[in-house]
């Protein structure tokens, strides 16, 4: 008889067999899969599990805080945070592409996440919160690569480590059972997609410290009042986007030229055609009252009707 209990008790059997006393490092982005992933290898492992959380700078409002308070704080783990917010914007300075963006960001991320495994002495094993989607999607290859997405991968030669995937068998929605089980918060274990490049492909063109925390600053707003509206569990991806042209308004009685907020919020099975939430008119305009009156240097909200396709989820 399966059941969530016995799988954990099943899987941490299997990890403490596989590992024994050697060590395991695990890239925690704080996504519902890494962060599963880490609660287990916690209750199997304890401290021989590495974590390090990468902080790209390009992360939702309060998102690696959490990470460093639910892992650090509450469970005790083994945790690296690395800021390195400043050397990402460094390296997407001027750059307005997002394939490039997208690359920079990728390659950036494996570049510190590689020199802090390389100060953790003594690692055997890498753990990776690999679903069985994952498996079966990059068995088939049925979906046309449209942007490039990234993924902890592509480590040097002298730092290939064999692999620890517990999840490897489950479905998301038994992934997040794995993780309200395990005592994971469910702010965690019910969280949005979010890409990895995060913020930089909500951030339009080349990034700016002021759009970058107008769209941050926007986003915490759309999520708490999708959370008052009771929308939060119901849409399935909502966020904000800030592109990177102003448009001309009136504040205090004086010609503005500020940026719009553009709010997104769609439904979707698997991510490949997705049709857009009919928001509320009320909701709406509480959101857009409240990101007019708390976001700096935005003088306009718009709504993005479009379904996927032609649209894409995200606008980069
Ligand atoms: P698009 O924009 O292609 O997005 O319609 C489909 C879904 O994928 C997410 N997304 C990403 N996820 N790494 C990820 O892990 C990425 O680089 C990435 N880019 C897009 C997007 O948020 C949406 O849920």
Avoid at 46 to 51: A, E, F, I, T
Avoid at 186 to 209: K, N
Avoid at 261 to 266: D, E, K, P
Wanted: proline share 4%; charged share 30%; aromatic share 8%.
């Amino acid at each position: 008889n399966w059941n969530m209990k016995n799988f954990i008790e099943d899987q941490v059997e299997l990890v403490r067999r596989q590992v024994g006393d050697r060590k395991v490092l695990l890239a925690l982005s704080g996504g519902v899969d890494s962060s599963v992933v880490a609660a287990l290898l916690i209750r199997a492992i304890g401290n021989q599990l590495y974590c390090v959380h990468v902080n790209h700078g390009l992360m939702r409002k309060d998102e690696s805080e959490s990470v460093v308070r639910v892992f650090r704080d509450q469970l005790n783990a083994n945790l690296t945070y690395v800021d390195a917010s400043e050397r990402f914007l460094n390296a997407l300075a001027g750059v307005s592409d997002p394939e490039a963006k997208r690359k920079i960001i990728g390659s950036e991320f494996i570049r510190v996440f590689e020199e802090e495994a390389r100060k953790l002495e003594g690692i055997d094993f890498l753990a990776q919160g690999t679903i069985y989607p994952d498996i079966v999607e990059s068995g088939t290859k049925t979906a046309k690569i449209v942007k490039s997405h990234h993924n902890v991968g592509g480590l040097p030669d002298d730092l290939q480590f064999a692999l620890v995937e517990p999840l490897k068998q489950l479905f998301k929605d038994e992934v997040r059972r794995c993780g309200v089980e395990l005592g994971l918060p469910d702010e965690m274990v019910y969280r949005q997609p979010f890409p990895g490049p995060g913020l930089g492909v909500r951030c339009l063109g080349a990034i700016t410290r002021e759009r970058l925390e107008a769209v941050r600053e926007a986003d915490a707003i759309l999520r708490e009042e999708f959370a008052l509206a009771g929308l939060d569990h119901k849409v399935w991806q909502y966020f904000t986007i800030v592109p990177d042209f102003k448009s001309v308004g009136v504040k205090d009685n004086a010609r503005c030229f500020e940026y719009p907020v553009i709010i997104r919020a769609i439904n979707t099975v698997d991510a490949m055609t997705a049709t857009v939430e009919p928001v509320d008119w009320a909701v709406l305009g509480k959101i857009t009252d409240r990101i007019l009156k708390e976001v700096k240097n935005v003088n306009r909200v718009c709504y993005d009707l479009s379904p996927k396709p032609p649209a894409t989820i995200e606008w980069e």
